[in-house]
């Protein structure tokens, strides 16, 4: 099993910048990557981004690219979703995700999943 916390979420203005983590334990060593993913209300839940637990490599979805950057602390078994130029369309609840693939853009190639954490942008 694998546990998945976010947090960092929370309310700012058009233009701003907010940082999210996702703190993950238990059989980590299982995964390969982490992925992100955002539900608007209403909404299906949408692929973000993911990075690799190895390497590093990251991938992102088109809505987003140029304005986040996925990065991971392996020590602390950590992985962050950094958010900038943020537009209240992208208000919505971010979920981390875990898979033992090498890759994964849909919610179907993930395993574990955290809570969600809340972001709010207002304009």
């Known amino acids: 099993q694998v546990q998945l916390v976010e947090s960092g979420g929370g309310l700012v203005q058009a233009g701003g910048s907010l940082r999210l983590s996702c703190a993950a334990s238990?059989?980590?060593?299982?995964?390969?990557?982490m992925g992100w993913f955002r539900q608007a209300p209403g909404k299906e839940r949408d692929f973000v981004g993911y990075?690799?637990?190895?390497?590093?490599?990251?991938y992102y979805a088109d809505s987003v690219r140029g304005r986040v950057t996925i990065s991971r602390d392996n020590a602390k078994n950590t992985v962050y979703l950094q958010m900038s130029s943020l537009k209240p369309e992208d208000t919505a609840v971010y979920y981390c995700?875990?898979?033992?693939?090498?890759?994964?853009?849909?919610?179907?190639?993930?395993?574990?999943w955290g809570q969600g954490t809340q972001v709010t942008v207002s304009s």
């Open positions: 995700a875990a898979t033992r693939k090498f890759y994964g853009r849909d919610r179907d190639d993930y395993d574990y």
């Open positions: 238990g059989r980590t060593f299982s995964m390969n990557t």
């Open positions: 990075i690799s637990w190895s390497n590093g490599r990251t």
